[in-house]
């Protein structure tokens, strides 16, 4: 028999209606509360009939028995944070607003009213009964079509959703953070959080898809279980944001619909990381044992490796110190680290936006004798697009610079470069950089190079 060894973790409650499809409602809220690192409980208002493509029907439970899920939950359960979801009528709005007001625990109300495919999900006679619900959220996540019913503001830009967030907070709400992925703000989404301390705003680069089945359901459940950590309301927003568009960009493709959001892309990622620096350590060993130094620049070389989900500079593993030349061949300086690279894992992040599946990628010396090498690879070869004069980009420097760089070189090719030339410049030493999506396709490329450069 074996000792037992519980978890604590903090409970959030969730209580909102059933997505048939998995991807909304209270099937997200449980995922993304266990991604979390809460423990998810929930209480049901409505079946949906619903998929990828839309609502086909909903079927509202009697409030007998929701009360009773209510009752269930929050006389056994230490219930740390509560997100509201869909509501569906006026009845259960007034019947969760008075338990709300017995919570000693942060309230997010996520006022769902239509679903992301335009199917009605809350009765028109419910809107007004949101306003005393509104009063004792903690913080409250309206888009901008939702913001525009609770308030009578039409949110069009930052000014107008600011002025949304502050009515909000006259009815009551701690804070209230309105939503921009329905305004049309060009390539950028702004989210703006109105609080006691002001307004701040979070802005990220918009996602170019339409699969954002779920998003708000999963933005609220993860804001909830930040505020279960104890974490601050604006901070939990901060990370719930950052959080939301990863799992819209690696969202899933299931359904005949645009697909759903990934929910637990923040533990694949950090399950990908293992094998990834792994991989990572693997091509360091097969370049020292190949002495690849008549390819490692002034500089020194540099291995990197980004797991699937891999969307920052501390998510990319790679050498720290780099790998440099000796008297009796290459060495990495030290092991390997995330984070551990700057240059390098940008340009790999940068990649990454035009060619999600690269993986990995090394920096290497470019001179005459490595241009006749690169010369006739069955791969393309691309120079970097250091773009031109008046550009904006090209003012960028450091880490920024070269993800941009990368971004733009890749953007302008006709097939995804397998190898990128970036010549000479003020204050860098030429390097070739060389790209792949498996880290024995970088070995094999790298070390092709190292056979070819000997032959000339």
């Known amino acids: 028999m074996r000792q037992p060894a519980p978890v604590s973790r903090p409970v959030v409650l969730t209580v909102a209606g059933s997505d048939s499809g998995g991807g909304a409602g209270i099937q997200a809220d449980l995922k993304t509360i266990e991604a979390g690192g ?11 009939a619903q998929h990828t493509r839309g609502v086909e029907s909903s079927f509202v439970l009697p409030l007998d028995e929701i009360e009773a899920q209510l009752d269930a939950v929050l006389g056994d359960f230490d219930v740390r944070a ?6 569906a009528t006026g009845e259960v709005v007034e019947a969760v607003t008075d338990r709300a007001r017995e919570l000693d625990a942060p309230l997010v109300v996520d006022p769902v009213m239509v679903a992301t495919s335009g199917d009605r999900l809350l ?3 419910a809107e007004r009964a949101y306003e005393e619900l509104v009063g004792e959220a903690t913080v409250v996540t309206p888009n ?7 308030t009578g503001v039409d949110v069009e830009d930052e000014s107008s959703a600011r002025e949304a967030g502050e009515a909000l907070r006259e009815m009551g709400a701690e804070y209230a953070l309105v939503k921009g992925g329905h305004v049309d703000s060009g390539d950028e989404v702004i989210d703006t959080l109105v609080g006691p301390e002001g307004r701040e705003t979070f802005t990220h680069a918009r996602v170019d ?60 990622e950090r399950a990908d990381r293992q094998p990834t620096q792994e991989a990572v350590e693997e091509l360091v060993r097969a370049f020292v044992d190949a002495d690849v130094g008549p390819l490692v620049p002034e500089v020194g070389t540099n291995v990197v490796g980004a797991g699937a989900y891999a969307e920052s500079g501390d998510e990319v593993v ?9 008297l009796s061949g290459v060495e990495p300086t030290r092991g390997t680290r995330f984070g551990a690279s700057s240059h390098v894992g940008q340009f790999l992040l940068g990649a990454r936006e035009v060619d999600p599946e690269l993986r990995f990628a090394v920096n290497l010396r470019f001179d005459d004798r490595v241009e006749r090498a690169l010369d006739g690879v069955p791969w393309p070869v691309a120079t970097a697009d250091g773009g031109s004069e008046g550009d904006e980009a090209d003012e960028e420097e450091g880490e920024r ?36 999506r498996e880290a024995d396709v970088l070995r094999e490329r790298t ?6 450069l000997e032959e000339n």
């Open 38 to 48: 809460g423990f998810g409980t929930s209480v049901v208002t409505a079946v949906t």
């Open 82 to 87: 509560v997100k509201t979801g869909m509501l």
């Open 123 to 125: 009765a028109e006679a």
């Open 144 to 150: 901008a079509d939702e913001a525009a019913v609770l």
């Open 209 to 268: 898809t339409d699969a954002t089945h779920g998003s708000g359901c999963t933005l609220s459940s993860a804001i909830a279980t930040h505020l279960a950590h104890d974490e601050a309301p604006a901070a939990a927003v901060g990370d719930a944001t950052w959080f939301m568009e990863r799992a819209v960009r690696y969202h899933h493709d299931v359904g005949q619909g645009p697909g759903a959001v990934h929910h637990l892309v923040a533990l694949r």
């Open 318 to 326: 790679a050498v720290e110190g780099r790998i440099a030349r000796t």
């Open 401 to 436: 610079g070269e993800f941009t760089a990368a971004r733009r070189t890749l953007t302008a090719a006709s097939r995804t470069p397998r190898a990128v030339v970036n010549p000479a410049r003020v204050g860098y030493e030429p390097t070739t950089l060389v790209l792949a």
């Open 447 to 452: 070390l092709t190079l190292l056979d070819r």
